[in-house]
């Protein structure tokens, strides 16, 4: 092939390096507009695509226990949380996330792991509702961000009792109480 440079013209071997950078200039020279929106169209293409399967919760729900729950337990927590909520994101389902805290509020020795999950879901509000064992040092752990006063026994909700939580509240976050009191009207009704 020849390519003039400067005053001269070459002949480059074909497959050479320097040739497949010359083509490569070439096609960037005459198709750069075609190629950059290529680009866009398929990252936003990709985008759309990603979103499309991402679920939208409703609701964000942590359970804070010692001991864990199963994935039996926290499947039939999901569905009867599910049933009492409504539609809060417009997708026509309701989805509810449960977060899932291994640790004793009172205790010392906690896994530090699970205690800055926790901090980032109360700094971040993520949960609006947390079903725990001691609703007075979940209020002293938060500085109030959940009055035990509020706290509701899941030994009076008939719709929860057999999930496994029968020693535990049901403790609204104090901000997100109006987001949250249809579910909670729902599961005490």
């Given amino acids: 092939m020849w390519y003039t440079v400067g005053q001269r013209q070459e002949i480059l071997p074909a497959g050479s390096e320097k040739q497949m950078l010359k083509e490569l200039q070439n096609f960037w020279y005459y198709y750069k507009v075609q190629t950059v929106i290529a680009l866009i169209v398929l990252a ?25 729950c199963s994935d039996g337990q926290l499947a039939e927590i999901r569905s009867v949380l599910e049933a009492a909520g409504s539609d809060q994101t417009g997708d026509g389902e309701v989805h ?25 879901d109360l700094v971040g509000r993520v949960s609006g509702i947390f079903f725990t064992e001691d609703p007075e040092a979940f209020e002293e752990a938060t500085n109030g961000l959940g009055r035990a006063s509020d706290a509701i026994p899941v030994r009076e909700i008939e719709k929860l009792s057999g999930c496994g939580l029968d020693g535990f509240s049901l403790l609204p976050r104090k901000d997100a109480q109006e987001k949250y009191a249809v579910m909670r009207n729902a599961l005490t009704a």
Wanted: net charge negative; hydrophobic share 40%.
């Fill in 96 to 120: 509810v996330k449960l977060h899932l805290y291994r640790l004793s509020l009172g205790a010392d020795g906690q896994d530090s792991n699970e205690i800055g999950a926790l901090d980032a």
């Fill in 44 to 68: 936003a293409g990709g985008y759309l695509l990603s979103q499309r399967d991402t679920v939208k919760y409703d609701y964000d729900i942590a359970i804070i226990s010692p001991f864990g």
